[in-house]
């Protein structure tokens, strides 16, 4: 039993953290080839502020303010044809002002490919979630093991006490 937790605390120590750092990295390179693929099916373009910025959410209460606004934006497409669409805009924005959207290959409106900052900290969240999982995996492992452990000796205590017991508890008649 002893070996058990032993080798669990070791697996702790050592194996969690070097899979953490592996989840991590495998995670940072998809996020990497992910953005590339988007990159290769995106562009950016300048729009045209047709509309005053309105802000997405509604207030319920005096102290809530609105987080994001949108308006009306035409860009020209790759084939010279105008594009329409609500997209998300700055509260300062001016009508006839020009704002970076990205698009797709059919010129409809997309999210910019990830940057590598944020695919760092999604690896850093990934890394750092398997590390945690890891351990509490372990922990429980190891009280697991413990309890297993104290419940056999607390059997095999109760065993022995049977044979030997009622020879030391006999009593002597003088």
């Known amino acids: 039993m002893t070996a058990l937790i032993l080798g669990l605390l070791l697996i702790g120590l050592l194996g969690v953290p070097v899979a953490a750092v592996v989840a991590g990295e495998t995670s940072y390179d998809a996020g990497l080839r992910a953005a590339a693929a988007a990159a290769a099916t995106r562009h950016q373009v300048d729009a045209t502020v047709l509309s005053p910025p309105t802000p997405d959410a509604v207030e ?16 020209t497409g790759a084939d010279g044809a105008p594009h329409f669409a609500t997209a998300s805009v700055a509260p300062s924005t001016v009508v006839g002002s020009a704002v970076p959207l990205w698009v797709d290959t059919s010129d409809r409106l997309s999210t910019p490919p990830r940057s590598e900052r944020q695919i760092h900290d999604a690896a850093t969240g990934t890394a750092f979630g398997a590390w945690a999982a890891g351990e509490v995996v372990c922990i429980a492992l190891i009280a697991g093991a413990r309890a297993a452990g104290e419940a056999l000796g607390i059997r095999s205590w109760a065993r022995e006490w049977e044979v030997v017991g009622p020879k030391w508890t006999r009593r002597q008649q003088y």
């Open 60 to 75: 319920t209460g005096s102290d809530v303010k609105p987080q994001r606004y949108s308006a009306e934006v035409r860009w």
